[in-house]
């Protein structure tokens, strides 16, 4: 450490940078961050990627879904489990990503650094937001592709029902964001965060149609999954990449979509309501 | 006489956990420029004082500026004022050295140049190495810089030489001085007491939650605490101290009593490190009044 600090006169603190140019500087570094993660990228970025090449080799054998009396027709076992992955990548990226994140920050000093320096917390969220989205987009992108290329699944040409996946994914990867920010107060420590959340995670995708077929579950089961988020995200994705024949086999025999938008904006006000009210920089014991 | 208000004015405050009294009744001002250490024991109150001063926790009872803002209130405009080393670092650390830097430096509005920081850290080579790859010194080092990096007035340093070898200390002092001649306020903890006596012009020394003594290094625990001692073994075989100003004399006294050299002769002139521990004890054996509790000779 040789002392060559140079002096110079400081000029007047008032001039801040603004809360969004600094919001989007912590989404580059947060990015970075992300990637060079490896438990993160691998739970989170490549586990729907891997569930569905599981899904696929295990059952292909049995044939396709939804078929004729007669065995034509239906759609092949990836087909059907990629609405579901889709949203258990949302689930995956906002939910259990910041979850886990947070509460690690937490428990490990990044949070109390960062509460010491002139970034204002809503800085700190965009930051996290535009990590959720960027990296959330880059995974459902990449699936597509798997998807069509590697697992030959017919993707739907009809635009309308791509607007339908892109306000799905929209509403439903910021829901489970904020959803994640309020849940990362729960863990009492940064190494206790992945077994508080797992679970949950875990839970939410067995009982929400994402490794099980929903229809199959008995009604109890689909009444309570549809009490959560994840539900409703796996089924627009449903709306968008499953036939229209198949809108019969829903709890209600249709998509829904319009109780779709309402349960995932009821759950973004929780999150949004439940991140404001939980955040803190540190745990102040007073 | 200047009437400058102090960079860090404390005024009777007080911070209570539950039934639990951390810190009672403390009060002391920061001139503006000067280095001024806190010490004390492990859990005698430094760590919550010193993060009631940042911010970080509410005060219980009294009043608190921090450069003329009470911290408990304070914005984003007064933290790009204040640098903080905090005590422990365990982060995950992904990104790079210079990465880090570079994008702690953004958040201020007037921030040092990075190489320099770099360099006044003596990170250089290590600017592209992950800070999880760094060894415990290395990290405390990265944690100083982030601390300078705002250009701070005022730059709390909780035991921020944790984990060095001597070598670095001794860089880390210069760091230090370099500062102080930038006219940067600094608060500092340490359980160093060289680096105490070091750096900082004033300290004041906190004992179960109280301050027991303030003042100047070299004037600490008042003139008796600096008189200095003498120790021997007696014929009897019995360990024994005296403390006075004219040891010279106390000794040809000793030789001339016990007919030849006293056993285990030693005088001793009492470094920060024992008057600081002649305080703390004292303070422990429940006697603030008269802190040194060795006999006194005239």
């Given at each position: 450490?040789?002392?060559?600090?140079?002096?110079?006169?400081?000029?007047?603190?008032?001039?801040?940078?603004?809360?969004?140019?600094?919001?989007?500087?912590?989404?580059?570094?947060?990015?970075?961050?992300?990637?060079?993660?490896?438990?993160?990228?691998?739970?989170?970025?490549?586990?729907?990627?891997?569930?569905?090449?599981?899904?696929?080799?295990?059952?292909?054998?049995?044939?396709?879904?939804?078929?004729?009396?007669?065995?034509?027709?239906?759609?092949?076992?990836?087909?059907?489990?990629?609405?579901?992955?889709?949203?258990?990548?949302?689930?995956?990226?906002?939910?259990?990503?910041?979850?886990?994140?947070?509460?690690?920050?937490?428990?490990?000093?990044?949070?109390?650094?960062?509460?010491?320096?002139?970034?204002?917390?809503?800085?700190?969220?965009?930051?996290?937001?535009?990590?959720?989205?960027?990296?959330?987009?880059?995974?459902?992108?990449?699936?597509?592709?798997?998807?069509?290329?590697?697992?030959?699944?017919?993707?739907?040409?009809?635009?309308?029902?791509?607007?339908?996946?892109?306000?799905?994914?929209?509403?439903?990867?910021?829901?489970?964001?904020?959803?994640?920010?309020?849940?990362?107060?729960?863990?009492?420590?940064?190494?206790?965060?992945?077994?508080?959340?797992?679970?949950?995670?875990?839970?939410?995708?067995?009982?929400?149609?994402?490794?099980?077929?929903?229809?199959?579950?008995?009604?109890?089961?689909?009444?309570?999954?549809?009490?959560?988020?994840?539900?409703?995200?796996?089924?627009?994705?449903?709306?968008?990449?499953?036939?229209?024949?198949?809108?019969?086999?829903?709890?209600?025999?249709?998509?829904?979509?319009?109780?779709?938008?309402?349960?995932?904006?009821?759950?973004?006000?929780?999150?949004?309501?439940?991140?404001?009210?939980?955040?803190?920089?540190?745990?102040?014991?007073? | 006489?200047?009437?400058?208000?102090?960079?860090?004015?404390?005024?009777?405050?007080?911070?209570?956990?539950?039934?639990?009294?951390?810190?009672?009744?403390?009060?002391?001002?920061?001139?503006?420029?000067?280095?001024?250490?806190?010490?004390?024991?492990?859990?005698?109150?430094?760590?919550?004082?010193?993060?009631?001063?940042?911010?970080?926790?509410?005060?219980?009872?009294?009043?608190?500026?921090?450069?003329?803002?009470?911290?408990?209130?304070?914005?984003?405009?007064?933290?790009?004022?204040?640098?903080?080393?905090?005590?422990?670092?365990?982060?995950?650390?992904?990104?790079?050295?210079?990465?880090?830097?570079?994008?702690?430096?953004?958040?201020?509005?007037?921030?040092?140049?990075?190489?320099?920081?770099?360099?006044?850290?003596?990170?250089?080579?290590?600017?592209?190495?992950?800070?999880?790859?760094?060894?415990?010194?290395?990290?405390?080092?990265?944690?100083?810089?982030?601390?300078?990096?705002?250009?701070?007035?005022?730059?709390?340093?909780?035991?921020?030489?944790?984990?060095?070898?001597?070598?670095?200390?001794?860089?880390?002092?210069?760091?230090?001085?370099?500062?102080?001649?930038?006219?940067?306020?600094?608060?500092?903890?340490?359980?160093?007491?060289?680096?105490?006596?070091?750096?900082?012009?004033?300290?004041?020394?906190?004992?179960?939650?109280?301050?027991?003594?303030?003042?100047?290094?070299?004037?600490?625990?008042?003139?008796?605490?600096?008189?200095?001692m003498v120790r021997w073994r007696d014929a009897g075989g019995v360990q024994r101290e005296a403390?006075?100003?004219?040891?010279?004399?106390l000794v040809?006294?000793l030789a001339?009593?016990l007919?030849g050299e006293p056993a285990e002769l030693q005088v001793i002139?009492?470094?920060?490190?024992?008057?600081?521990?002649?305080?703390?004890?004292?303070?422990?054996?429940?006697?603030?009044?008269?802190?040194?509790?060795?006999?006194?000779?005239?």
């Amino acid at each position: 450490m040789s002392a060559t600090l140079t002096d110079r006169p400081t000029r007047p603190r008032t001039a801040r940078h603004g809360l969004f140019s600094l919001g989007l500087a912590r989404i580059g570094f947060e990015i970075k961050l992300y990637f060079r993660s490896t438990d993160t990228v691998f739970f989170t970025f490549l586990f729907p990627f891997i569930m569905l090449g599981i899904f696929t080799a295990a059952f292909s054998a049995q044939g396709n879904i939804g078929t004729n009396p007669d065995g034509s027709g239906g759609i092949s076992v990836g087909a059907y489990y990629l609405p579901g992955m889709l949203a258990a990548g949302m689930l995956l990226s906002g939910l259990q990503n910041l979850a886990i994140d947070i509460a690690g920050e937490k428990g490990d000093g990044t949070l109390k650094r960062l509460g010491g320096t002139p970034l204002s917390p809503l800085s700190y969220f965009i930051g996290k937001i535009g990590q959720v989205l960027v990296t959330g987009i880059l995974q459902a992108v990449l699936l597509l592709i798997v998807a069509r290329f590697a697992f030959d699944i017919a993707l739907p040409t009809d635009p309308e029902k791509w607007l339908t996946f892109v306000w799905v994914f929209l509403l439903g990867v910021i829901t489970c964001a904020f959803l994640g920010i309020a849940l990362s107060a729960v863990p009492r420590s940064g190494r206790s965060a992945s077994a508080v959340v797992i679970p949950i995670v875990l839970v939410l995708q067995f009982i929400s149609g994402v490794y099980l077929q929903f229809n199959a579950l008995p009604e109890w089961m689909q009444n309570v999954a549809g009490l959560f988020p994840l539900k409703w995200m796996a089924q627009g994705m449903r709306a968008v990449f499953l036939p229209d024949s198949f809108a019969s086999q829903e709890q209600n025999g249709a998509w829904e979509l319009g109780l779709v938008a309402l349960a995932l904006l009821i759950w973004l006000v929780v999150g949004l309501v439940g991140s404001r009210l939980t955040f803190r920089w540190i745990r102040k014991d007073t | 006489m200047t009437t400058t208000p102090p960079a860090v004015r404390v005024s009777r405050l007080s911070k209570s956990y539950g039934a639990f009294d951390a810190v009672t009744d403390i009060s002391f001002d920061i001139r503006p420029g000067e280095t001024f250490a806190l010490l004390g024991p492990n859990g005698a109150g430094k760590s919550s004082t010193i993060e009631i001063l940042e911010g970080y926790r509410d005060r219980s009872e009294g009043d608190v500026t921090v450069l003329g803002v009470d911290p408990q209130h304070a914005g984003l405009d007064w933290k790009a004022r204040i640098g903080i080393v905090l005590q422990s670092s365990g982060e995950s650390g992904n990104a790079t050295v210079l990465e880090q830097l570079r994008h702690f430096a953004g958040l201020y509005p007037d921030p040092r140049s990075v190489d320099e920081v770099l360099a006044a850290v003596g990170l250089e080579e290590k600017a592209k190495t992950r800070i999880h790859k760094l060894s415990g010194g290395q990290q405390r080092r990265v944690d100083v810089a982030l601390g300078i990096i705002g250009r701070p007035e005022l730059l709390f340093l909780d035991e921020p030489t944790t984990g060095f070898d001597p070598e670095a200390r001794h860089q880390f002092w210069d760091l230090i001085r370099t500062l102080k001649t930038e006219g940067t306020t600094i608060l500092l903890t340490t359980h160093n007491l060289d680096e105490a006596a070091e750096l900082s012009d004033r300290a004041g020394i906190i004992v179960g939650g109280k301050l027991i003594d303030i003042g100047a290094i070299g004037e600490l625990g008042g003139p008796s605490a600096r008189i200095p001692m003498v120790r021997w073994r007696d014929a009897g075989g019995v360990q024994r101290e005296a403390r006075t100003d004219a040891p010279a004399r106390l000794v040809a006294q000793l030789a001339r009593d016990l007919g030849g050299e006293p056993a285990e002769l030693q005088v001793i002139r009492p470094s920060l490190e024992d008057i600081y521990l002649g305080l703390v004890r004292g303070h422990a054996a429940g006697s603030t009044a008269d802190t040194h509790s060795t006999e006194v000779l005239a």
